[in-house]
């Protein structure tokens, strides 16, 4: 991404400005600024935390009118981007997010004007890069607080998928 386009991408959040679009505007700075494929220790964290995953109700908040049974797929292959982020962010793109935590992927459904869905994931599950380093550098400046690696794989409400199946509409 060009600094224009960045530039450009800011400058519309900042001019929408209720709660909501303020929290948007958080969460696009931040997934431009961590964006990015994962390091080989990002992976191997995720892949620790993911071991010790037990079984979740997976939710995930999305553009409404699905149905039980259909097929969430990543933005690259649908060329979705209800929130105007996928020039800003394209490594984000391909796969599907997803929350065991309902109150934050309701956030995303009504940032989608859509609906919030429980899903089964589909293919390898990996913590969300982005949020991934965001908590890294929370515990850094935090004195360790916000981040506690015993149980990291709690403390994490941002992960992703490759698809997932929708299974319930909530």
């Not at 049974?69 to 391909?94: I, K, V, W, Y």
């Amino acid at each position: 991404m060009n600094e224009q386009d960045r530039h450009e991408l800011i400058e519309r959040h900042k001019r929408e400005f209720s709660h909501v679009h303020i929290i948007r505007f958080f969460h696009a700075a931040v997934a431009i600024e961590y964006a990015g494929p994962m390091t080989d220790e990002e992976q191997a964290f995720s892949d620790a935390a993911v071991e010790k995953l037990g079984d979740f109700i997976w939710f995930h908040g999305g553009l409404s009118g699905r149905k039980v049974g259909d097929l969430l797929l990543p933005a690259s292959e649908t060329g979705s981007d209800p929130r105007g982020q996928n020039t800003a962010t394209p490594d984000r793109t391909t796969h599907v997010y997803m929350s065991q935590n309902q109150k934050e992927a309701s956030k995303f459904a009504r940032w989608a004007e859509g609906d919030l869905y429980s899903i089964d994931p589909i293919g390898v599950i990996e913590i969300d890069p982005t949020w991934l380093r965001l908590a890294m550098v929370m515990c850094v400046r935090g004195g360790g607080l916000l981040w506690q690696p015993k149980n990291h794989h709690l403390a994490c409400d941002h992960w992703r998928c490759d698809r997932a199946e929708v299974v319930g509409i909530e």
